[in-house]
């Protein structure tokens, strides 16, 4: 699916329930009260951040494709081959990352185990041009991208052509 540099430490897949046309990593610990101007983030950038939870937004409202590879490092790889393209960061001090959609139940949400920090997070999305018309079908995928970092500003890598 994509090249890096280097190797992930963890790698997995699993389809997400993107309700509202979105899903969350978050740390375990942190509250899921979304600041006031979260969905305007969303709609024009895909992404929405606020300490300890970064929303990403999706083309489809329902379950769309996710794929979370963990790095030991900054990994490089090539954005030209997707539509958007965001980073983030992420502070963990519970170690756990926790994904899901806005409406799953948290206690029952996938986990990432990772050492407690501050980690950065790029978001590459992919398909997000080939919705049905009724916006139910799709090609729309998601691929998340984590590593140590210190904390810095949100990023747009690359914006797609129709925001």
Same mark, same amino acid.
């Given at each position: 699916?994509?090249?890096?540099?280097?190797?992930? $430490?963890?790698?997995?897949?699993?389809?997400?329930? !993107?309700?509202?046309?979105?899903?969350?990593?978050?740390?375990?610990?942190?509250?899921?009260?979304?600041?006031?101007?979260?969905?305007?983030?969303?709609?024009?950038?895909?992404?929405?951040? +606020?300490?300890?939870?970064?929303?990403?937004?999706?083309?489809?409202?329902?379950?769309?494709?996710?794929r979370v590879d963990l790095f030991d490092v900054r990994p490089n790889g090539d954005i030209?081959?997707?539509?958007?393209?965001?980073?983030?960061?992420? +502070?963990?001090?519970?170690?756990?990352?926790?994904? !899901?959609?806005?409406?799953?139940?948290?206690?029952?949400?996938? $986990?990432?185990?990772?050492?407690?920090?501050?980690?950065?997070?790029?978001?590459?999305y992919g398909g997000l041009d080939t919705l049905s018309e009724d916006g139910l079908e799709?090609? +729309?995928?998601?691929?998340?991208?984590?590593?140590?970092?210190?904390?810095? !500003?949100?990023?747009?890598?690359?914006?797609?052509?129709?925001?």
């Amino acid at each position: 699916m994509f090249q890096f540099n280097v190797k992930s $430490r963890i790698s997995f897949t699993l389809n997400v329930l !993107a309700e509202y046309h979105q899903f969350y990593l978050q740390d375990e610990q942190t509250e899921t009260d979304t600041p006031d101007d979260w969905g305007e983030q969303l709609a024009t950038q895909m992404i929405a951040v +606020d300490p300890g939870i970064i929303g990403i937004a999706t083309a489809r409202n329902m379950r769309v494709p996710l794929r979370v590879d963990l790095f030991d490092v900054r990994p490089n790889g090539d954005i030209d081959l997707w539509d958007h393209v965001t980073e983030a960061s992420l +502070d963990v001090p519970s170690g756990q990352i926790v994904i !899901a959609g806005s409406m799953d139940y948290i206690p029952d949400a996938k $986990r990432l185990s990772v050492a407690p920090g501050s980690y950065r997070v790029r978001v590459y999305y992919g398909g997000l041009d080939t919705l049905s018309e009724d916006g139910l079908e799709g090609e +729309d995928q998601y691929y998340v991208v984590i590593w140590p970092e210190k904390n810095s !500003a949100p990023e747009i890598l690359k914006k797609w052509s129709s925001l």
